[in-house]
């Protein structure tokens, strides 16, 4: 006669840890934490009958919106709560291995960040504008988009990009020079990718054509350029400022109707063509690397290169091509440094955004649409743990 063994069912929960694997606390903390900081700190600034007011409407539109006054304490405690509320169903979706969706994230950005502003406006006289506040947020929020939007293109590729500081710093001072030298905005709106392009071919050429470790490269051209454009404005620029250092700044163009949004529309829609084209780029690169053939290809040379050389995919000729188009993109938002901003070049005036861009992207988890919190973060430092 045979026996049979009878073996103990492993619990459920063994079973889904070692599936699943370990639940990330991670969004519910940070959540908890900015609703912390919102009730201990600026909620213990304002008394209790300490206003703040907002300007909302700007006068270049034709819609008014009266300023809104609101009780700087009981807004922060009911901003701080809602941060609490967020974190607690954050935790619950965690626990129950679930995703926490993106709006729930934007919700307590926005409560941390309104609650800050309450915060630093309770008790003044004098208002916060708010259109004001986020069209400087966008305008810093520029040259580091375009930085991020290169970064992805070359990472995706399977080259890492360190030279992104160098890409932005030269086609700041090609658009200086150019635009200068031909008093024409445009025309240094062209030589900025042209002279990022550039250094996006040495970028490759090294990397790719000789195998040189990508990191090394990046830091020395962007050595490179530093000292370059360092000793041309102190030489070319410093001795006739009048011909190739003179101020051109982009002309603004207004979007007819959508300008005329309250809030968005002066923010969003009264920007100059350097600003549309960042909208277009993100738009377009999305679509690209992730609903077309390049992309798809793209993806292979930089994810698992050997299988895609088995299917006919040149390698080597792709990653050359896209780090060359990835640094015209890095080196047309280096035209917001000048002519985007209506100054002359200076100095080193990139002053380590592609370092930060690079940051930026890899926050992003190397996707174009995700650059969309950085006007957040750049409103204020004290959005940055939030974002």
């Known amino acids: 006669m045979s026996t049979s063994t009878v073996t103990e069912p492993v619990p459920d929960t063994e079973v889904d840890e070692a599936v699943v694997g370990k639940i990330n606390y991670r969004a519910p903390i940070v959540n908890a934490l900015a609703a912390l900081i919102t009730l201990l700190v600026f909620g213990m600034g304002p008394t209790a009958d300490a206003d703040t007011a907002f300007q909302v409407s700007s006068g270049s539109t034709m819609f008014s919106i009266p300023n809104i006054s609101l009780p700087s304490l009981i807004t922060i405690l009911v901003l701080g709560f809602v941060q609490l ?92 020079a150019i635009a200068s030298r031909f008093a024409s905005s445009y025309a240094g709106l062209v030589a900025a990718p ?41 030489t070319v620029m410093s001795d006739d400022a009048a011909l190739w250092n003179a101020r051109q700044p982009l002309s603004t163009i207004k979007i007819p109707l959508l300008s005329e949004i309250p809030i968005i529309g002066p923010v969003l829609f009264q920007q100059t063509i350097l600003v549309y084209l960042m909208y277009v780029i993100v738009i377009v690169l999305q679509f690209m690397l992730f609903r077309s053939r390049w992309g798809l290809r ?90």
């Open 85 to 176: 509320g967020a974190a607690a169903y954050a935790l619950m979706l965690v626990r129950a291995r679930r995703t926490v969706p993106v709006w729930l994230h934007i919700i307590v950005g926005l409560a941390f960040v309104i609650s800050f502003l309450v915060y630093a406006g309770a008790g003044r006289s004098s208002v916060i504008p708010v259109t004001t506040l986020l069209a400087g947020a966008l305008a810093l929020s520029v040259p580091l988009i375009f930085g991020a939007m290169s970064g992805v293109v070359c990472e995706r590729s399977g080259v890492i990009n360190i030279a992104i500081e160098g890409q932005l710093l030269i086609g700041a001072f090609a658009a200086a």
């Open 298 to 387: 793209t993806r292979a040379v930089g994810e698992y290169p050997k299988a895609a050389d088995t299917v006919g995919i040149k390698v080597n000729t792709r990653r050359v091509w896209n780090v060359i188009m990835a640094g015209a993109i890095a080196g047309l938002g280096g035209a917001f440094f000048s002519i985007g901003s209506g100054l002359a070049f200076g100095r080193e005036m990139s002053a380590g955004q592609g370092y930060i861009a690079l940051a930026a992207m890899i926050l992003g988890k190397w996707n174009p649409s995700w650059p969309w919190w950085l006007p957040c973060c750049s409103a204020s430092p004290a959005t940055w743990a939030t974002c």
């Open 194 to 234: 042209i002279a990022g392009a550039m250094v996006g071919a040495l970028l490759a050429w090294f990397a790719v054509r000789f195998q040189v470790n990508q990191i090394i490269v990046g830091v020395v051209l962007n050595t490179l350029v530093i000292g370059l454009t360092g000793f041309l404005f102190s």
